[in-house]
């Protein structure tokens, strides 16, 4: 299922990240029973249509969980895109009967690859994170001229002959002399030791990410409400709300009064009745 799914779906950002940001947040989000019987038609019809909706629906949060991890100096693209791989290998597993959510399963699939994508390439990012860094890279093995560290002599060659400082070449053998570290502690390591594991930090647990997700959700519909109930009020109803509630420098009644001509006391009936308006509106 999966590589047939993947070979139907366009997951890999092309043409611009902020445009497949923007088209992956423009569509919609399944309610639960919507999502439950999408599920149950993939695993017990293997229906790819089903699968592909439950994908698609999803890539958003995929985006969200990508962007926590590009303090590591790799192509957003790529994480996403190795996050959509673990969308859909979540979508294969995922079984409705359990009573989750799709999302709440999915977090540590989406993870898992992007924590493989991060780890395949962390090393090679931390030896050359720049133009002249990689050159040096490539470089300084056919600069060496025996085994163990340079003499002093020898940094200065190797720095005269690449056009780098002395302090550039001493920081790039000590970089390509560093030992990987493991990502899980191993089986002697005790609890007390100080030396932790990118296992232990590479995830920030401190926060919720399906929460935050379904929170951002929540205020942006509720922003999107609010702004087509207040499109159905008149020009000056808009005025006295937004003066009163949605700008930053917030309008007393009596400055809208003496704008309007009339008491505040008017004024506090127009808010009144517009605040009623928009709260049929919004319940609708």
Known sequence: MGTQLQQQMTLVPHGGLDGYIQG???IPVLSAPEEKSLAERLQTEGDLEAARQLVMSHLRFVVHIAKGYSGYG??????????????????????????????????????AEIHEYVLRNWRMVKVATTKAQRKLFFNLRKAKKRLGWFNQDEIEQVASDLG???????????????HDQAFDLSS???????NFAPALYLEDKSSDVALQH????????????LSRAMSGLDERSQHIISSRWIDEQKAT???LADHYGVS?????QLEKNAMKKLKLAMAA
């Open 214 to 225: 379904e929170q951002s959700d929540w205020e942006r519909n509720a922003s999107q409400q």
């Open 188 to 194: 002697d390591d005790d609890e007390g030791n100080s």
């Open 253 to 255: 009644l009596q400055e």
């Open 264 to 268: 505040a006391e008017r004024v506090r």
């Open 164 to 178: 780098v400082s002395p302090h550039e070449v001493v920081e790039m053998e000590s970089r390509m002399s560093a």
């Open 74 to 111: 790799l192509p957003q693209a790529d994480l996403i895109q190795e996050g959509n791989i673990g969308l859909m290998k979540a979508v294969k597993r995922f079984d409705p009967s359990v009573g989750v959510r799709l999302v709440s399963f999915a977090v540590h699939w989406i993870k």
């Open 24 to 26: 992956v947040n423009r």
